[in-house]
């Protein structure tokens, strides 16, 4: 819930930012620096988000190595969940930094490129440790 107040005040701020004047150099200079900032901060939200899932799919991994074997779809069910809101909170970086012109947008880039790459790669090892036994249990 804190991460969707801190999107709601992150995208707030940036409609601030557009709303700022523009009719001199300096005004338009100001809005320029005001746009940028927020618009990082709108694609730190999801980073933060996407950043934490490999943590989770790893946690649903170790809960279908020592939890209950009956409880072995939950585990699949949870890592599923990671994974989709890794790829929707990668979708959200991506949008944010798409207008953004400025150097930390590389920065946030590669960070997204990296947790969205660590997410998907464990996802694909917790399907093989989760699907492929509740599979085999039916053969």
């Not at 523009?22 to 618009?39: C, G, P, V």
């Not at 170790?62 to 929707?88: C, H, K, N, P």
Request: charged share 25%; with cysteine.
């Amino acid at each position: 819930m804190a991460a969707v107040d801190a999107d709601t005040d992150a995208f707030d701020a940036l409609l601030e930012a557009m709303r700022m004047p523009k009719n001199t150099s300096e005004e338009k200079a100001a809005r320029d620096a005001a746009l940028a900032d927020a618009t990082v901060r709108a694609a730190e939200i999801p980073l933060g988000v996407l950043e934490a899932c490999p943590e989770l799919i790893d946690l649903n991994r170790e809960i279908a190595r020592i939890g209950l074997q009956a409880s072995l779809s939950d585990a699949g069910v949870g890592t599923q969940m990671a994974r989709a809101a890794a790829a929707g909170a990668y979708q959200n970086v991506c949008i944010n930094l798409a207008s953004l012109k400025d150097p930390r947008r590389d920065v946030l880039l590669t960070r997204a490129d990296a947790a969205w790459a660590r997410s998907v790669a464990l996802h694909v090892e917790a399907e093989n440790e989760i699907l492929v036994p509740l599979r085999s249990t039916l053969s």
